[in-house]
């Protein structure tokens, strides 16, 4: 089955630092690579999504970057705010009825 | 219109005794899914469903978690025989079909095994 590792597992940043987080899939059939934000305390959030047909995606501050190539996939996230401050978790998936396998997560804490 | 939602939002049990977790997900969503979460760690996977049907169950720990899910809707979580390492929160989502959609989570069920 499908393996995601997501490095690191912690990362402090100062406000308005650039932050990024990475992970590696095992399974060269995945295609679908989501990004969810879990606040403390609160549920889980899709922030952003790519799907293996393109190298880039971007939505304001928040960009995820994919390598099929190598087999990995980061989000980068700009100009960083206290309110970026979470546990983001990065999932890759394969085709028709596959589950999503989530990385370990990552704690990000960016100060004021 | 109305996000998943599940129930109880706690729960605390004593060793031994079974439990029934229950997860009500947004209403046209053909797929469902059960996460647990231990503190500090990832989404482990549970089960899949589509539909009724569970095409996906490979997550399930032992023998004494068990899912079903009925009309189509509602999906109930049973853990007989309840340990202590069962303590987590039990996390349910639904995407209106299969993994390549925006997975909606609900708030969690957190579950203490005394």
């Known amino acids: 089955g499908e393996n995601v590792e997501q490095h690191p597992s912690t990362l402090s940043v100062q406000e308005g630092d650039s932050a990024v987080i990475k992970c590696t899939y095992s399974d060269s059939a995945s295609n679908y690579f989501p990004w969810y934000k879990q606040e403390l305390g609160k549920r889980p959030q899709l922030i952003i999504d790519?799907?293996?047909?393109?190298g880039e995606k971007k939505d304001q501050r928040i960009a995820v970057t994919l390598n099929k190539t190598a087999k990995h996939f980061s989000l980068h996230i700009t100009e960083t705010q206290p309110e970026d401050s979470a546990v983001y978790f990065c999932?890759?998936?394969?085709?028709?009825?596959?589950?999503?396998?989530f990385g370990k997560g990552t704690m990000l804490l960016v100060s004021p | 219109g109305a996000g998943v939602s599940q129930s109880p939002s706690n729960k605390v049990t004593e060793k031994g005794k079974d439990v029934e977790l229950r997860c009500d997900p947004i209403s046209g969503h053909t797929a469902l899914y059960w996460y647990r979460q231990s503190l500090g760690q990832g989404l482990e996977f549970l089960i899949y469903?589509?539909?009724?049907?569970?095409?996906?169950k490979s997550g399930l720990p032992s023998d004494r978690f068990s899912a079903e899910r009925t009309g189509g809707s509602v999906s109930t979580l049973t853990i007989q025989r309840t340990q202590q390492e069962d303590s987590a929160v039990y996390l349910c989502?639904?995407?209106?079909?299969?993994?390549?959609?925006?997975?909606?989570f609900g708030p969690g069920t957190r579950l203490t095994v005394l």
């Open positions: 989502a639904s995407s209106s079909s299969g993994s390549q959609n925006e997975q909606f």
């Open positions: 999932a890759a998936s394969g085709t028709g009825y596959s589950t999503l396998t």
């Open positions: 790519i799907r293996s047909n393109v």
């Open positions: 469903f589509q539909g009724n049907s569970a095409p996906d």
